[in-house]
């Protein structure tokens, strides 16, 4: 291990020299080499499909396991869209001028050797790779273990085509055993920054046996919550929408929360619309209540009860859980407590409701009047995404390319020293200059 991480850290340095044109022809040759292999990478991911049906491999992960010819359209599209963005590389975030001839400016620049883990999605392994090649950075990855053979084949084509177009070899590595993993987060000498994607368990996991810094990437407990004031048919079509949309996504609706003013007039065709798009729903007392009502009227609406004693469940899938609440506060507590910190949207029409909720709720993303869906990198114009960061350091939400940049500061002086300034014989003048 600790070889190949050496050749890892050592093509992550190389790349600091890497070019715009070198890491944009990089792109351009893995979308092209992609498109070339491409019934190698489905037949690889039949394998992988195959076994994991016959293990009994839960509905939602075979979906995000699938690899097929929708999915290499969107990473294609992810990588073209990434080639033509702007070179987030040695930008100038900040300048200034400290005195004549002493200028200071604060540039982006690659973090350096990033690890990622992640589960099974081999869609993420290319996306996490161009992003890499984009940023400047080397990378190694380990995906799940139900993606062994999809993530080998496209690793293997991804590598090969990165070091045909420039890129130095070994700038991306692929781990392949949970023991690998382990070993790799001793060694924060080579690895700068570690991004693990999965369950909330299995992130608190790395975080607590990492010796490297880690940006934690887990569940997401999404909301909808429809106001009093809320119209019906829109608040019908954000909650279909953000439930059903792709239900197996960390950024889907997993929370229902209906004031109880709407409640009165409007819960039944609100449930009977998600019920209609086949979602399961499981609803707190007084929602079971008023279906009662309603069953006895003839509107019925299938439901089971729930448990008042976990609101955190990240179901995954065509399930949802319903809650009446009492006000806007009451909806704010509650997802400040039991959401994962990812996606929350509000319906409503009161600009104040939406204002206070906007501000209160303490999430990546939170939304008014929109499907919480829109939380992806494409959707937001980063190009490929990480993942989401639900954290508050370094980076929050949909993580793209400024996720996996740092920054430095250059210093161009004339032979300047600090004891003119000690001594009173110079003063700073501290001027912002504008940037280019």
């Not at 022809?25 to 990478?41: M, V």
């Not at 076994?51 to 990588?79: M, N, Q, T, Y």
Request: charged share 25%; glycine share 8%.
């Amino acid at each position: 291990m600790q070889e190949r991480l050496e050749r890892a850290a050592l093509a992550a340095s190389l790349l600091l020299s890497a070019g715009t044109e070198v890491r944009n022809a990089a792109l351009a040759h893995i979308a092209r080499q992609l498109e070339a292999h491409r019934d190698e990478l489905f037949h690889a991911n039949q394998k992988d499909m195959d076994e994991a049906r016959a293990g009994g491999l839960a509905a939602p992960l075979l979906k995000r396991l699938l690899f097929d010819e929708k999915k290499l359209s969107e990473v294609l599209s992810g990588i073209r869209g990434l080639r033509a963005m702007p070179d987030p590389v040695g930008k100038v975030l900040e300048a200034r001028l400290l005195d004549e001839g002493l200028v200071l400016q604060r540039i982006s620049c690659p973090i350096g050797l990033i690890a990622m883990i992640f589960e099974s999605r081999p869609d993420a392994l290319v996306q996490m790779a161009s992003l890499a090649v984009k940023s400047g950075n080397a990378i190694v990855l380990k995906g799940g273990s139900e993606a062994r053979e999809s993530n080998q084949a496209l690793a293997s084509v991804i590598a090969r085509a990165g070091e045909e177009a420039g890129l130095p070899t070994h700038w991306l590595t692929l781990l392949e055993t949970r023991e690998e993993i382990s070993e790799l987060l001793t060694f924060d000498q080579y690895v700068d920054l570690v991004i693990p994607r999965g369950s909330r368990e299995f992130v608190a996991k790395i975080k607590a046996t990492s010796r490297i810094p880690v940006l934690g990437h887990s569940d997401g407990v999404c909301h909808v919550y429809v106001h009093e004031d809320a119209d019906p048919a829109m608040a019908a079509k954000i909650a279909v929408d953000s439930k059903t949309q792709y239900p197996a996504t960390c950024n889907a609706a997993e929370v229902l929360l209906v004031h109880e003013n709407y409640a009165k007039k409007g819960l039944v065709p609100l449930l009977r619309a998600l019920s209609r798009a086949g979602v399961v729903l499981d609803v707190c007392e007084r929602t079971a209540a008023m279906l009662e009502k309603a069953r006895a009227e003839g509107e019925i609406v299938p439901h089971s009860l729930k448990s008042d004693a976990d609101w955190s469940v990240e179901y995954l899938d065509l399930r949802m859980a319903v809650k009446i609440v009492d006000s806007l506060d009451e909806a704010i507590v509650h997802i400040n407590r039991y959401g994962s910190g990812h996606t929350d949207t509000i319906v409503c029409t009161a600009f104040e409701a939406a204002r206070r909720f906007l501000t209160e709720v303490d999430s990546a993303s939170v939304y008014h009047n929109a499907s919480t869906r829109f939380a992806d990198g494409y959707r937001y114009g980063l190009g490929a995404e990480v993942g989401i960061a639900t954290g508050k350091l370094h980076a929050r939400g949909p993580m793209g390319l400024q996720g996996l940049l740092t920054y430095k500061w250059l210093l161009e002086g004339q032979g300047h020293i600090v004891e003119d300034y000690a001594s009173g014989r110079r003063h700073f003048l501290h001027r912002d200059l504008p940037l280019d």
